[in-house]
């Protein structure tokens, strides 16, 4: 992942003022936060944070929910052309918001299908594409 100028800047810095300046000092030069800086230079050059994304909370789906979910779309393709969220109203377990419930389904390893959109051709057009 690429980083923004500001980071590269401060790391490179970071790397070149290692033990001549303190890095709070390094950090108002470069106008980031104390706690952001410490970030950056613990991680390097990823941008974002590795850990999960719930800050601790429980996730609103269950494994075995998400299980069911997974289910239920495997078995039937009008259920896997829609929503994890539309699925789980079905099914009676949507107890989240729809930003939720698809966040714990791609956490669990599950991501939506793709459908192809079909459209009526003229016959001008079918003969069109017949080589």
């Known amino acids: 992942m690429l980083d923004t100028p500001r980071r590269a800047r401060l790391l490179a ?11 709070t000092q390094l950090f108002k ?7 952001t800086g410490y970030r950056i ?5 990823a ?19 998400c299980e069911a979910i997974e289910a239920v779309e495997d078995a039937n393709f009008g259920f896997a052309s829609s929503s994890h969220f539309k ?6 377990l949507a107890n989240g918001s729809e930003r939720a419930i698809q966040r714990n389904m791609k956490d669990f390893g ?7 959109q079909k459209k009526m051709l003229s016959q001008a057009h079918i003969d069109a594409r017949i080589i």
């Open 47 to 65: 941008r974002r944070s590795e850990r999960i994304h719930n800050r601790g909370r429980k996730s609103v789906l269950a494994p075995h929910e």
């Open 110 to 116: 599950v991501r939506t299908y793709m459908t192809v």
């Open 87 to 92: 699925v789980a109203q079905t099914i009676s």
């Open 13 to 23: 810095d970071a790397r070149h003022t290692a033990g001549k300046l303190p890095r």
């Open 29 to 35: 030069i470069h106008n980031v936060a104390n706690r």
């Open 41 to 45: 230079i613990k991680e390097g050059t």
